[in-house]
């Protein structure tokens, strides 16, 4: 081994010692449990363990329960992705056009709600949507309109469920859109005015095109984060009503801190983290043919 080959491996040795200690051999322990009946009563006594193969995965498959918090979390990603990359560029692509004294206020004060605890945030608009103190009901009160039952529908409580992870997350990818905005030549720009380019046609031709890694980026951090939809559902509904906003990963939480069925829960953090590798491997590649195009 030459001497750059082994400088650089001593360089990736402590990365690979983190990854090793903390991801993959918790991974592969939680796949093993996966094809087990683990439970509180094996922890009393290990000879209640028992191999039991796919069992774990084939019940998954049947359980109308997890489809429906499959169901749940796929409206958050679907609904929630697209909204957190609309309001990035557009609050990122606003802030530009203020005056510059200015921008480090409002980039602040859009950023803040990524920073801060997401169960404070949770319990603040728990607040905020109660059905008859709730600001939001208020101030729609004032404007003669019907006060709904924000958290106690089961239609509206995934809506506002949405509106709070995405209200809570756009602040990251504005952040870094804006970086991302700012490595864009103004010769493009100035070109296009000069061919007479609108605003419309140089945002829909220019920024959006060359801004098109970043934002694949974002999606596939912001996918990865809504997958993980916990809190959000635990603290403002509890997985209600009627089931309607229990995510897959609170739905993990039940089974394994709430009913202690260990073996069950691990089936479905890897069958978690088996849809999270594979969006992944598309994202990649999708990306990919942008380049060789």
């Known amino acids: 081994m030459t001497h750059q ?3 650089g491996a001593l360089f990736v040795l402590p990365a690979l010692v983190l990854l090793t200690v903390f991801v993959f051999i918790p991974l592969i322990g939680v796949f093993g449990l996966s094809l087990t009946d683990f439970d509180v009563y094996s922890v009393a006594n290990p000879a209640n363990l028992h191999l039991i193969g796919a069992a774990n995965y084939w019940h998954l498959l049947r ?3 997890a489809w429906q918090a499959l169901e749940t979390t796929l409206v958050v990603v679907v609904v929630g992705v697209p909204a957190t990359l609309l309001l990035s560029l557009i609050s990122a692509l606003m ?3 203020i005056a510059e004294r200015w921008r480090g206020l409002f980039r602040t004060a859009l950023f803040v709600p990524v920073v801060c605890s997401t169960v404070a945030i949770a319990i603040s608009w728990r607040y ?7 600001l939001v009901n208020h101030v729609l009160g004032l404007l003669g309109l019907r006060a709904p039952d924000w958290l106690g529908s089961p239609h509206l409580a995934i809506l506002a469920i949405t509106i709070v992870v995405v209200w809570k997350g756009f602040g990251y990818g504005m952040i870094i859109v804006s970086a991302a905005r700012k490595e864009i030549p103004d010769e493009l720009y100035d070109a296009a005015r000069i061919e007479g380019a609108g ?3 140089r945002l829909l031709r220019i ?6 890694p970043t934002l694949g980026l974002l999606a596939l951090l912001d996918v990865s984060g809504y997958w993980q939809l916990f809190a ?5 509904t509890q997985g209600g009503p009627l089931g309607s906003t229990t995510s897959l ?3 993990m939480y039940e089974r394994g801190f709430r009913w202690w069925r260990w073996g069950a829960a691990s089936a479905i953090a890897m069958a978690l983290t088996a849809v999270m590798w594979l969006f992944a491997w598309v994202q990649r590649h999708t990306r990919a043919g942008w380049r060789s195009e």
């Open 232 to 236: 959000e559902p635990y603290v403002l």
């Open 128 to 134: 905020l949507l109660n059905t008859r103190f709730g």
């Open 95 to 97: 802030i530009e056009s």
């Open 63 to 65: 359980d109308r329960q």
């Open 249 to 251: 990963l609170l739905l």
């Open 5 to 7: 080959r082994l400088s």
């Open 199 to 201: 605003v419309h046609h």
């Open 207 to 212: 920024t959006v095109p060359m801004l098109a």
